[in-house]
T-cell receptor, first 116, second 110 residues
Framework: EAGVTQSPTHLIKTRGQQATLRCSPI?????VYWYQQALGLGLQFLLW???????NRGNFPPRFSGRQFPNYSSELNVNALELEDSALYLC???????????????FGDGTRLSIL | QKEVEQDPGPLSVPEGAIVSLNCTYS??????FMWYRQYSRKGPELLMY????GNKEDGRFTAQVDKSSKYISLFIRDSQPSDSATYLC??????????FGSGTRLQVQP
C-alpha cells in the first residue's frame, strides 16, 4: 500500500512569491492534515480537510490556504512568502470508521520550502 | 505553558539499554495518544497509538498512558543504533489535528 506522497520534495522561492505544495493521501483516507515544522518551533497544525471541506485551521494568517479535491488529494498554497515561512511542510492523512474508531494520522516525508 | 511538554534531550544511551521517553500534558480533553519516530529529512513514522490509560506493547516498544497524571511514556527495550532518531509524542481530541511535543533526540551508541 502506497503511503502519503508529497511533491515537490524541495521548493526554493523568494520573498513575496507564492508556493503550491501537493499531497496525495493513502488510498481510502478522506482526511488530510497539513503541518509546519520550522526549526526550533516543532510541529504546528495548519489546516484540516475532510470530504472536500476545510474543517479547522491553526493559528496561521490567511495567506496560508488550501483545498481538497474530489479524489481527496490536497494542495497547500502560501501567498506573499516571508523568510519565516522557511520550513518543512508535512501532510498527514487518516480515515474515519465512526464512533470512537478514529484512525491515526500517517505522514508523508514533506516538502522543504526555502525562502531566499 | 505549552499544552504538551517533552524534554528535547539529546539522550545518549549505549546499545542494548532500555530507553524511557516521557511527555506531560495539560489538556484533559485529549483522548488519543501517539508516539512517532522521525529520522533526519523524513516525515514522522507512527510507532504506537493508544486510546485509553494503560499499557500497549509492540515488539521492543511499550507505550504507557496515565490520564489521571496526564503523563505518557514510551519504553524501548534492547535499543539499537538504528533507533537513533527524534521521538515525538502527539495527542488529540476526536478527529482534530495533533498537538505535538517538541521531540526528544535519541542517540544509541554502538
Amino acid at each position: 500500500e502506497a503511503g502519503v506522497t508529497q511533491s515537490p520534495t524541495h521548493l526554493i522561492k523568494t520573498r513575496g512569491q507564492q508556493a503550491t505544495l501537493r499531497c496525495s493521501p493513502i488510498s481510502g483516507h478522506t482526511s488530510v492534515y497539513w503541518y509546519q515544522q520550522a526549526l526550533g518551533l516543532g510541529l504546528q497544525f495548519l489546516l484540516w480537510y475532510d470530504e472536500g471541506e476545510e474543517r479547522n485551521r491553526g493559528n496561521f494568517p490567511p495567506r496560508f490556504s488550501g483545498r481538497q479535491f474530489p479524489n481527496y488529494s490536497s494542495e497547500l498554497n502560501v501567498n506573499a512568502l516571508e523568510l519565516e515561512d522557511s520550513a518543512l511542510y508535512l501532510c498527514a492523512s487518516s480515515s474515519y470508521i465512526g464512533g470512537n474508531s478514529n484512525q491515526p494520522q500517517h505522514f508523508g516525508d514533506g516538502t522543504r520550502l526555502s525562502i531566499l | 505553558q505549552k499544552e504538551v511538554e517533552q524534554d528535547p534531550g539529546p539522550l545518549s544511551v549505549p546499545e542494548g539499554a532500555i530507553v524511557s521517553l516521557n511527555c506531560t500534558y495539560s489538556n484533559s480533553a485529549f483522548q488519543y495518544f501517539m508516539w512517532y519516530r522521525q529520522y533526519s529529512r523524513k516525515g514522522p513514522e507512527l510507532l504506537m497509538y493508544t486510546y485509553s490509560s494503560g499499557n500497549k506493547e509492540d515488539g521492543r516498544f511499550t507505550a504507557q498512558v496515565d490520564k489521571s497524571s496526564k503523563y505518557i511514556s514510551l519504553f524501548i527495550r534492547d535499543s539499537q543504533p538504528s533507533d537513533s532518531a527524534t521521538y515525538l509524542c502527539a495527542m488529540r481530541t476526536g478527529r482534530r489535528a495533533l498537538t505535538f511535543g517538541s521531540g526528544t533526540r535519541l542517540q544509541v551508541q554502538p
